[in-house]
């Protein structure tokens, strides 16, 4: 008994295994992680230095120069590029995919602790930021004080920076949480001078008094009989009326404390950003995934705790001002959507061209087992769904059926002949192009799989395109060779003649297939009776086409996408104040919210240490906005419309300097600035700035570009003072 008619005749064992992976599939369908895209942005760290009180051309010569060059020596380094400005050095290295995030964190910190010695000593320890779509905020947080309530956001910030952040942090899904909007409480100690001269104390003596009384020492341990104890000396204070009793100096008139010359109250540090939630100023949370984490797991898990910490803090206000949820249940939505059409006219095509309803309920049958099998192997292998990803299932829908047709084809020539038993016809019709359906699926998946090694962006976003397709394929096989044959017999009778709707659709088929046979037949004789002159207008066919119609048609990495996020990075006037700024970001919001369907505003100013996601190493005349629309069904303008709108809008508000309004996913990468990113290089920074500002006005005289400017500028005031070296010298 052959291989095919053994498991036809007991098929309790295949239908057991295709049901056991149909249940796997079933689970990795509920299982299987969303996400927008696959993580597609090259290993990049950057590292912040902040010199206070340096203007940029000394960060750049001090700092940024010494730090680029040796950050520059590290292996599989694709490309570095720095920023300078005042009081900050940002230096950015991107790696080639070869190199792992944590790999290339660890040679940057070696390269660092390489050059510490040749930095000024005024500087703040470097920061080292690992950037990926990790540290890209998959929900923001709005904290603001509730109506009538007396909390102020310094008292929001310290909550949220303590136990909210924590319970945050508890969520299996969230990887990490950052807060942002200035608003840090902090002891502040103002300093009298009449009072020091009163007590003839300077200021090194209150600084040095400070450091030493307000610590704990470790001792060392005291070892006894009886056991063994820890000793420290305790000095730290743990409230600023504690730290009023601080002795400052001794003198003969007796002790003077800090509180003798100076002032001691809780305050908060002088602010450096700030953070506008929906147009209210208030106090940012980033919600993160994890480096492989999940986008929508991160955000349930967030929405699920929000009731909660609601009721625990009714005194605060907690609003969503950023959020990828919708967009990805969108475009899930609509792929899954599609998935079901594509199923569905396929379905009805086979009927139309094949006349046959047998034929067409087992194609049907075959289906949803292959597509359960593919998810199956997928989510054991740790795929996860998204765009990519959906895109090579729904692919696969016309190339699922192809095995089937051929099968249950051949099986139906065997019962037309009606030679054999019911069970040898079916078993010698699968047989017969076992091989050959074999050889037909092994072509395409080789054809497939030097994509998964072809290097690089290319590699990295159609790998899972490439994967899912071949594992589509191969469960389609499998289903065809055994699900098929054995629900063969029981659908396909012999001696089953057509019905009305089979006879009258296999008419309209078959002149409709004669139709396109006769056309095909004709063109052929005719391009071998011309082969020469078909030959050479093909070719001439395809020099044209590439001469003529591709410029026209242009292209893209990728097509663009109407994703409902728009994104806007602006700065003002160098010399703004961060009251300034605020005021200009204000009138942007007023700009924003006068638009069609806008639903979340999330706005910031500045940065802080050690906060990636909100944006590092910017001043305080620097900000970002995210803008969340409905999606597109809901509104009449596109986004590039509405983009276009806002950028009217923004022209007229005085103090900004620009604003450049992008859709999210405008690049294929986010360490992509722009579609099209301009770099001039010179030695001299004046020329340079010059040469920057007309390439930039012939690029928005050139057409076709909606915003153009510069990374720096030169326009930042500065007040110098020169010493006069011989007087000082007296």
Known sequence: MKVVERYIRKPHLVLSFVVLLSVVGVIGYKKMPFNLFPDTDRPQISVVTVMPGAAASDVETDITRIIEKEVSTIDLVRKVTSTSKDEVSVVSAEFEYDKGLDAAATDVANALSKVGARLPPAIRPPQIFKISQATQPTMTLALSPAPGSSADLRKIRELADNPIKEALLRVPDIANVEVFGAHQPEVQVTVDPDRLNRFAVSLPDVMGALSAQNQNIPQGLVLRRDGQYLFKTEGAVKNPDELKGVVVARRDTGTVHLRDVADVEAGVQEPQSAYHGNGLEAIGI????????????????????????????????????????????????????????????????????????????????????????????MWLFGFEFHMVTLTGVILAVGMLLDDAIVVIENIERHYREGKKDLVEMVAGGTEEVMLAIFSGTYATVVVLVPIIFIGGYVQTVLRPLSLSLCIALISSYVVSVTIIPILAPFLLKRGHRPNRLEVLVSKGSDRFVHGIRDFFLGSLDTALRHRFLFIAGAFLLLVATNAFVKPLVGQDVQPPMDTGIIKINFEADANSSLGQSDRILTRMEEVIRKQEGVVYISSTLGSEPSVVSFGSGKNPQQGTMTVNLVDRYHRKATIWQEEERLREGFRTIPGLKFADVFDYGATAMSSIRAAVDVMVTGPDPQVLYGIGQEVKRRMERAGGLSSVSLTWGNDKKEMIFVADRERCAY
């Open 286 to 377: 980033n919600i993160l995934r994890g480096q492989n984490g999940h986008t929508l797991d991160a955000i349930h898990g967030a929405e699920q705790l929000l009731p909660k910490l609601r009721a625990l803090y009714p005194f605060i206000r907690f609003d969503v001002s950023y959020t990828q949820k919708e967009l990805i249940d969108l475009s899930v939505t609509n792929m899954l959507d599609a998935l079901r059409d594509a199923i569905l006219i396929t379905v009805v095509v086979i009927f139309l061209f094949l006349g046959n309803l047998r034929t067409m309920m087992l194609c049907a049958v075959s289906i949803p087992f292959t597509y359960l099998i593919t998810f199956a192997v």
